[in-house]
């Protein structure tokens, strides 16, 4: 509550205690209490109108208070949905931002694992190719050790045979003592059959030697065949090991193409995706940017109509101003010179009354029959009616003849010249074709159809006197000129048509 609100409640509270008391006082004394009823009336009612103003004064302020309220709630609304706006623009952002990230960790990943998978792909080739060369020496040195045991085994027979041999020696040396100490002939018997023994021995020997090398030959071949398998078992095994290693190297670059092609068609995917996220962003940015260059052209183009309008108000305004002034300019022209020309023609027309009024009894008497044309007049002697629905020619022609001192009297039109003709016949006429209720040709043939007037000379002015000449000529007309004419030939033809006298 303001100030001057609480000052009104307490000035009102001081004239209702001020009335109560006052009241009171009356009704103690008994006496005026209509005026203590009137003074109470008065008090409530000033008392009211000020509570009345305090509530339209807080309505106002309440009022104002909504609207106020209205405005705030629309900008915070309005701030809100711009809010909304760029947070749903910021949440897009960074949802492309982590489906980036996502996307770059994903192929991260997938390329640690390619990379890990050619790691063991290669410790799997070194660890095949470990154990590979790991069994050729394996190979190697078992094929020495039985080298080495076939040749153990061909020295220790070697060496049994030798033993063998030496044994036989002695003990052939024990029996040639023991026969040397026989009988002779016995040792001779003995010595032989000692020495066909010996022959046979030695037969059996280099037959057993024979067989020995024919079986260490056989033992050689077999030893060689068996090598010879071996090798070609090792050479097998090799092959299939090669075959084998060779199938795992192109399973290895099948898959390494496969998961290179998948990485690239990965890699592609997501060059894709980040070409056509960056062409939406592109086209988004586009279309921002055409909505604000759309928007800056419309003010642009609303600016430059508002300034074409008020230019063409300005310049409406202007050429109104200038039309208005003109046709100002124009009617006092017009007014001046209507005047100037009112005025010329009262100053002719008051110069002729004196004359008209002293022939207008006259006239009237001989009506019937015109009175014969003197030979000869002067101008001023000469009356000229002048018919003619524009007011520029009546006052350019009544001019022209009023110059050469002629009497001039002026029509509107062709009904208004049949009048006054009618009430007084002038000396010649000089009337337009084209008017508005009776034309110029029908005004003479009206004036050839009244004896009174027929003798009336009528000049007839027209833009087509070469198509008007028969018809004028059949209605009477004495001369028809053409527009423009010259001024000097209009004043022949009256001088002529009214017998008037040249000046000398």
Same mark, same amino acid.
Do not use: C
């Given at each position: 509550?303001?100030?001057?609100?609480?000052?009104?409640?307490?000035?009102?509270?001081?004239?209702?205690?001020?009335?109560?008391?006052?009241?009171?006082?009356?009704?103690?004394a008994?006496?005026?209490?209509s005026a203590?009823?009137?003074?109470?009336?008065?008090?409530?009612?000033?008392?009211?109108?000020?509570?009345?103003?305090r509530?339209?004064?807080?309505?106002?302020?309440?009022r104002?208070?909504?609207?106020?309220?209205?405005?705030?709630?629309a900008?915070?609304?309005?701030e809100?949905?711009?809010?909304?706006?760029?947070?749903?623009?910021?949440?897009e952002?960074?949802?492309?931002?982590?489906?980036?990230?996502?996307?770059?960790?994903?192929l991260a990943?997938e390329?640690?694992?390619?990379?890990?998978?050619?790691?063991?792909?290669?410790?799997?080739?070194?660890?095949r190719?470990?154990?590979?060369?790991?069994?050729?020496?394996?190979a190697?040195?078992?094929?020495?050790?039985?080298?080495?045991?076939e040749?153990a085994?061909?020295?220790?027979?070697?060496?049994?045979?030798?033993?063998?041999?030496?044994?036989?020696a002695e003990?052939?040396? /024990?029996?040639?003592?023991?026969?040397?100490?026989a009988?002779?002939l016995a040792?001779?018997?003995?010595?032989?059959?000692?020495?066909?023994?010996?022959?046979a021995?030695?037969?059996?020997?280099?037959?057993?030697?024979r067989?020995?090398?024919?079986?260490?030959?056989?033992?050689?071949?077999e030893r060689?065949?068996?090598?010879?398998?071996?090798?070609?078992?090792?050479e097998?095994?090799?092959?299939e090991?090669? =075959?084998?290693?060779?199938?795992?190297r192109?399973a290895?670059?099948?898959?390494?193409?496969r998961?290179?092609?998948?990485?690239?068609?990965?890699?592609?995917?997501?060059?894709?995706?980040?070409?056509?996220?960056?062409?939406? =962003?592109?086209?988004?940015?586009?279309?921002?940017l055409a909505a604000?260059?759309?928007a800056?052209?419309?003010?642009?183009?609303?600016?430059?109509?508002?300034a074409?309008r008020?230019?063409?108000?300005?310049?409406?305004?202007?050429?109104?101003?200038?039309r208005?002034?003109?046709?100002?300019?124009?009617v006092?022209?017009a007014?001046?010179?209507e005047?100037?020309?009112?005025?010329?023609?009262?100053a002719?027309?008051?110069?002729?009354?004196a004359?008209?009024a002293?022939?207008?009894?006259?006239r009237r008497?001989?009506?019937?029959?015109?009175?014969?044309?003197p030979?000869?007049?002067?101008?001023?002697?000469?009356?000229?009616?002048?018919? *003619?629905?524009?007011k520029?020619?009546r006052?350019?022609?009544?001019r022209?003849?009023?110059?050469?001192?002629?009497?001039v009297?002026?029509?509107? *039109?062709?009904? *208004?010249?049949a009048?006054?003709?009618?009430?007084?016949?002038?000396?010649?006429?000089?009337?337009?074709?084209?008017m508005?209720?009776m034309?110029?040709?029908q005004?003479?043939?009206?004036?050839?159809?009244?004896?009174r007037?027929a003798?009336l000379?009528?000049?007839? /002015?027209t833009? *087509?006197?070469?198509q008007l000449?028969?018809e004028?000529?059949?209605?009477?007309?004495?001369?028809?000129?053409?527009?423009?004419?010259?001024?000097?030939?209009?004043?022949e033809? /009256?001088?002529q048509?009214?017998?008037v006298?040249?000046? /000398?």
């Amino acid at each position: 509550m303001s100030m001057n609100e609480v000052w009104l409640l307490i000035l009102g509270g001081v004239v209702v205690a001020f009335v109560a008391w006052r009241m009171l006082v009356a009704g103690r004394a008994g006496r005026r209490p209509s005026a203590a009823g009137k003074a109470a009336e008065d008090a409530a009612g000033l008392v009211a109108r000020h509570e009345a103003e305090r509530a339209a004064v807080e309505d106002a302020a309440h009022r104002e208070a909504e609207r106020l309220a209205a405005e705030e709630a629309a900008r915070r609304e309005a701030e809100r949905l711009v809010a909304e706006e760029a947070a749903r623009r910021e949440a897009e952002r960074l949802a492309t931002e982590e489906a980036a990230r996502r996307e770059a960790e994903r192929l991260a990943v997938e390329e640690a694992a390619r990379r890990e998978a050619e790691r063991l792909a290669v410790e799997e080739a070194a660890r095949r190719e470990a154990e590979r060369l790991a069994a050729e020496e394996a190979a190697r040195r078992e094929a020495e050790r039985l080298a080495a045991e076939e040749a153990a085994r061909r020295e220790a027979e070697r060496l049994a045979v030798e033993e063998a041999a030496r044994r036989e020696a002695e003990r052939l040396a /024990v029996e040639e003592a023991a026969r040397r100490e026989a009988e002779p002939l016995a040792a001779e018997e003995a010595a032989r059959r000692e020495a066909e023994r010996l022959a046979a021995e030695e037969a059996a020997r280099r037959e057993a030697e024979r067989l020995a090398a024919e079986e260490a030959a056989r033992r050689e071949a077999e030893r060689l065949a068996a090598e010879e398998a071996a090798r070609r078992e090792a050479e097998r095994l090799a092959a299939e090991e090669a =075959a084998r290693r060779e199938a795992e190297r192109l399973a290895a670059e099948e898959a390494a193409r496969r998961e290179a092609e998948r990485l690239a068609a990965a890699e592609a995917a997501r060059r894709e995706a980040e070409r056509l996220a960056a062409e939406e =962003a592109a086209r988004r940015e586009a279309e921002r940017l055409a909505a604000e260059e759309a928007a800056r052209r419309e003010a642009e183009r609303l600016a430059a109509e508002e300034a074409a309008r008020r230019e063409e108000a300005q310049r409406l305004a202007a050429e109104e101003a200038a039309r208005l002034e003109a046709d100002r300019l124009a009617v006092e022209e017009a007014l001046r010179q209507e005047e100037e020309e009112r005025l010329a023609v009262e100053a002719a027309i008051e110069r002729e009354a004196a004359r008209q009024a002293a022939e207008e009894a006259r006239r009237r008497e001989l009506a019937a029959v015109p009175p014969p044309a003197p030979a000869f007049r002067t101008a001023e002697q000469t009356v000229v009616m002048v018919a *003619d629905d524009s007011k520029v020619v009546r006052i350019k022609t009544g001019r022209l003849l009023a110059a050469h001192r002629f009497q001039v009297v002026m029509a509107e *039109d062709g009904a *208004d010249a049949a009048r006054q003709i009618e009430a007084s016949l002038p000396d010649v006429l000089v009337t337009d074709v084209d008017m508005p209720g009776m034309t110029g040709l029908q005004l003479a043939r009206q004036v050839r159809g009244d004896p009174r007037t027929a003798s009336l000379p009528i000049i007839i /002015v027209t833009s *087509d006197s070469d198509q008007l000449q028969d018809e004028a000529a059949a209605a009477g007309v004495n001369v028809v000129l053409g527009k423009p004419y010259p001024e000097a030939l209009l004043i022949e033809h /009256v001088q002529q048509l009214a017998r008037v006298r040249s000046a /000398v």
